[in-house]
C-alpha cells in the first residue's frame, strides 16, 4: 500500500469508530452488557478502561449530533424547548438528548463544570432530570488553578470517583491493572507527541487532523468501549510510520501545493469537512493546529499512588483541550498562540471566537495584540463552530482567502 | 535590586553546592563578539538552520524527557555585574559521552580496540554516532541574561526569543511548554554539537534577537533527576513572579487582569436568583400561546 492508501484507511477506520460517539452509540453502548456511565464532559479514559465499563461523554454526543442530518432541525427544538438560545450548540444538542428522553438511563451520572460554564449547567440538567432522579451522581469540581495543590485537590477527587464507582457497578478498582493502563495511556500520549513533532516539517506531511483523530479514538472512544483502548495504539503507530517516511522523503498532503499555514486555535468545527480541505486546495492553506490536534500532555507519573491521581489530574486540567484554554489564565492561551506559530512555522492565526466560547472570546483583544506583537496576522471570525447557518462556510472561506490576500500571503 | 536577581544568586549557588558535591563540572567561555561565537560553531545557526524535524531514527540523545526530569529556567537582570558573561557550564554528562555507552562491547572492540591510537578513538566515536540514542539525559537549562536597559517590559519578547524552532541545526526542542524536551540529531553529533555548542548557539540567538542583552550566562545540568528536581522548585517559583510580570505589563496596556467579582458583589444577583421563576412563566406563556394557535 501506497502512503495514501495507508492514511485512507487509517481515516475510515477511525471514522467508523466515530459512530460510538453519536446519540446511536450512546444507545448501543447501554446495550453493551458492561456497567454505563454518562458524563457530562470530556472524561479520562483510563479509569473506565481499567475498571472496564462504558463512559458516554454527553457534550460529544451533542458535538457530534450538530454534524447529523438532523442537526438543524433537533437545535431548533431544543430552543423550542426552553433551551437557552444563546447557549453553545453542542450543549444545547445534549441537552435536548435529556430533555427529549432519548437516552438509555444510566447506572450513574458523573458531572463536572469543566471546561466551561455551559457544561456545568448541562450537569446540572442532568442532576435535575427527574427520569434519572434515583441515579447515583458524582460530581467533579475542577479547578481554574494550576498549582501542585491544584492538581492534588482534582486527584482526591478522582480517587473518590473511583470508590464510587466501585460502589455502583460493582467494579473493582485495581491498581495493578489501573498502572498497566496508564502506562498504555502514556505510551499513546508519547505518539500523538511524535506527530505533532513531525508536523514541524515543510511541507507538513499528513494531514494534521489526524491528530484530532488519533486523540478522539484514544480518549473518548476508548472510554465508550474499553477494547478499542490497546487497538488506538496501533492505529498511532501505523500513522507514525507513514509520516515518519513521508518526512524522510519531503512528501507533503496528496494533491496539496503548501503555501500558507495557519493555526485554527479552537475546536474543529462539525462543518470542517465544507471548509478545511477546500482551503488545502484551492489555497494551498494548511491547518496545522486546533485545540484537539494540540497534544501537550504531561505524562502519569506511576511512581506512587498518590502520584497517579495527582499526575492524572494535571493532565486533565492542563492537557484537555478546551480545559487548557477555557479554565485557565489569558496569558496560558496567549503563550500556546506565539509558541504553536513559530515552532510549526505558522504564516497566521485564526480566532474563529466561537459564539459559544465566550470565555475565550474575552480576550480575543489579547490575543491579537499579542500576534501583532509578534508579527503573526490575526484575523478573528465569531462563527458557531457547531451550526453552519450562523456563518456559512463559504463565508468562512471567503473571509479567511480575504484576510490571507490583505495580509500578503496570497 | 530586579525581580529576578535572589533566584540568579540562588542558582548559581546551588550550582557551586552541586560541584562542591563532587559532579562533574566542564566550564567553558564563549567569546565575546557574536562573530566570533558563530564562526567557531560546526554547526549553523540561524533562520531555516534545520529542517525542524529530527526523527525518532535520527536521534543521537534525548534530552528531558519528563520521565528522566527536566527544567528550564530564564532570568533576566539589569546588572551586568551579577553574571559572568560568556560562561557555559556544564554539571554531568555531555552530549558526546552519550555515545560511547551505546555501543555495545563488540562495537567497542572492533572500532576502538583498546585506544591505543588517535585513529581508534575517531573510529570509536563514529561508530558510537550511528548507535541508536541512548535513555534520555535528565537536563535543566538556566539561561541568565542582563544589560542596563533591560526591564519588565523586556520579559515577554526574551522568553518568546527562547523559542527555538528552526534556528539550530541538529537540535530540536520538542513543542511541549511544562518543560525543554529535544532531540540532537546524528548528523549534529558527528559535526561534534555539545553542550558548548549548544551553549554559544543559544547565545548568539539571544544577542542577535535583542541588542539590550550585554551579558549572557548559561548552564546545563544532566546529572539526575534529583538534582533537576531541585531547579524545577526554583522554576515554578520563578514562574510565578513571571505571571505577575506579564500581569502587570498588560495592565500597563490598559488590560483589566483583576478579576475580583462574586455571587455576592454582583448587581445582578437580584436578577440571578430570580431568574428559574422568570423561565418558569415564561415558557408557561410560550406553552399558551402554542395552544391558542393550535385551537
Known amino acids: ?410 | 535590586m530586579d525581580v529576578f536577581d535572589p533566584y540568579i544568586i540562588k542558582c548559581t549557588n546551588k550550582i557551586d553546592e552541586m560541584v562542591a558535591d563532587g559532579k562533574k563540572i566542564r566550564v567553558v567561555m564563549a567569546p565575546p563578539s557574536l562573530d566570533e561565537i558563530r564562526g567557531g560553531l560546526p554547526i549553523a545557526v540561524g533562520p531555516a538552520a534545520s529542517q525542524g524535524v529530527i526523527l525518532r531514527s535520527d536521534t543521537f540523545v534525548e534530552l528531558g524527557n519528563p520521565e528522566a526530569g527536566s527544567c528550564s529556567i530564564f532570568l533576566y537582570t539589569s546588572q551586568p555585574s551579577l553574571l559572568c558573561n560568556g560562561r557555559i557550564t556544564l554539571l554531568g554528562p555531555d552530549i558526546s559521552d552519550s555515545g560511547i555507552s551505546n555501543l555495545t562491547f563488540d562495537e567497542v572492540v572492533t572500532s576502538g580496540g583498546l585506544h591505543s591510537s588517535d585513529q581508534d578513538l575517531e573510529l570509536l566515536e563514529k561508530a558510537s554516532h550511528r548507535a541508536p540514542a541512548a535513555k534520555s539525559f535528565p537536563f535543566a537549562q538556566i539561561i541568565m541574561v542582563a544589560g542596563k536597559n533591560l526591564s519588565e517590559n523586556d520579559y515577554e519578547i526574551l522568553k518568546t526569543n527562547q523559542i527555538i524552532g528552526d534556528l539550530i541545526e541538529g537540535y530540536m526542542v520538542r513543542s511541549f511548554t511544562q518543560n525543554i524536551w529535544s532531540r540532537v540529531s546524528r548528523e549534529a553529533a558527528a559535526k561534534g554539537f555539545t553542550f558548548e555548542t549548544l551553549g554559544k548557539a543559544l547565545m548568539a540567538l539571544l544577542k542577535s534577537a535583542n541588542p539590550k542583552i550585554e551579558a549572557i550566562e548559561i548552564a546545563f545540568v544532566t546529572t539526575n533527576k534529583h538534582d533537576i528536581d531541585i531547579l524545577e522548585e526554583y522554576a515554578r517559583q520563578i514562574q510565578k513572579i513571571s505571571k505577575e510580570i506579564v500581569k502587570e505589563n498588560w495592565k500597563i496596556k490598559g488590560y483589566d487582569i483583576e478579576c475580583a467579582s462574586d455571587c455576592a458583589s454582583c448587581d445582578d444577583k437580584p436578577v440571578c436568583d430570580t431568574i428559574r421563576d422568570v423561565l418558569k412563566e415564561k415558557m408557561k406563556e410560550a406553552r399558551k400561546l402554542k395552544n391558542h394557535k393550535q385551537k
Request: glycine residues 4%.
Open chain 1, 1 to 410: 500500500m501506497n502512503h495514501q492508501e495507508i492514511l485512507n484507511q487509517l481515516d475510515a477506520e477511525a471514522n467508523d469508530l466515530f459512530k460510538e460517539l453519536t446519540i446511536y452509540g450512546v444507545n448501543d453502548n447501554a446495550r453493551k452488557g458492561l456497567p454505563f456511565i454518562i458524563a457530562s464532559d470530556d472524561a479520562l479514559p483510563e479509569i473506565p478502561v481499567a475498571m472496564n465499563f462504558s463512559l458516554s461523554i454527553m457534550t460529544v454526543a451533542g458535538a457530534m449530533g450538530t454534524a447529523g442530518p438532523e442537526a438543524a432541525t433537533n437545535i431548533d427544538r431544543a430552543t423550542e424547548m426552553g433551551i437557552e438560545n444563546r447557549l453553545c450548540n453542542s450543549v444545547k444538542m445534549a441537552a435536548y438528548y435529556l430533555e427529549a428522553g432519548i437516552l438509555p438511563v444510566p447506572d450513574m451520572i458523573i458531572t463536572t463544570n469543566s471546561p466551561c460554564d455551559a457544561v456545568d449547567m448541562l450537569g446540572q440538567l442532568m442532576d435535575k432530570y427527574k427520569p434519572w432522579a434515583d441515579v447515583p451522581k458524582f460530581r467533579l469540581d475542577s479547578p481554574h488553578g494550576h498549582e501542585p495543590s491544584d492538581f492534588a485537590y482534582f486527584g482526591e477527587q478522582l480517587r473518590a470517583c473511583t470508590r464510587e464507582i466501585s460502589r455502583v457497578t460493582g467494579r473493582k478498582f485495581e491498581m495493578d491493572r489501573f498502572l498497566d493502563v496508564c502506562n498504555e495511556s502514556n505510551k499513546q500520549a508519547r505518539l500523538i507527541q511524535e506527530f505533532q513533532e513531525l508536523k514541524r516539517a515543510v511541507p507538513c506531511p499528513v494531514d494534521p487532523d489526524m491528530a484530532r483523530k488519533g486523540w478522539e479514538i484514544a480518549r473518548w472512544i476508548a472510554a465508550t468501549d474499553p477494547a478499542v483502548f490497546p487497538k488506538a495504539t496501533r492505529w498511532l503507530e501505523r500513522l507514525i510510520e507513514v509520516t515518519e517516511d513521508k518526512v524522510k522523503h519531503q512528501l507533503g498532503i496528496e494533491g496539496v501545493d503548501e503555501k500558507i499555514r495557519f493555526l485554527w486555535y479552537d475546536v474543529s468545527p462539525s462543518w470542517s469537512s465544507k471548509l478545511f480541505p477546500r482551503l488545502q486546495k484551492e489555497l494551498g492553506a494548511v491547518c496545522m493546529m486546533n485545540y484537539y490536534s494540540f497534544a501537550n500532555w504531561t505524562p502519569i507519573d506511576t511512581s506512587s499512588e498518590e502520584r497517579i491521581m495527582s499526575s492524572i489530574a494535571e493532565k486533565y486540567l492542563m492537557g484537555t483541550p478546551m480545559t487548557r484554554q477555557a479554565m485557565h489564565p489569558a496569558d496560558i492561551y496567549c503563550e500556546d498562540v506565539v509558541r504553536i506559530c513559530k515552532e510549526f512555522k505558522c504564516d497566521a492565526m485564526v480566532m474563529p471566537c466561537h459564539i459559544g466560547h465566550r470565555d475565550t472570546n474575552a480576550y480575543h483583544k489579547l490575543a491579537k495584540d499579542v500576534c501583532r506583537e509578534n508579527g503573526i496576522p490575526f484575523l478573528f471570525l465569531g462563527c458557531d463552530v457547531w451550526d453552519e447557518r450562523y456563518m456559512t462556510p463559504e463565508v468562512v472561506f471567503d473571509r479567511m482567502k480575504t484576510f490571507f490576500e490583505v495580509s500578503g500571503l496570497l
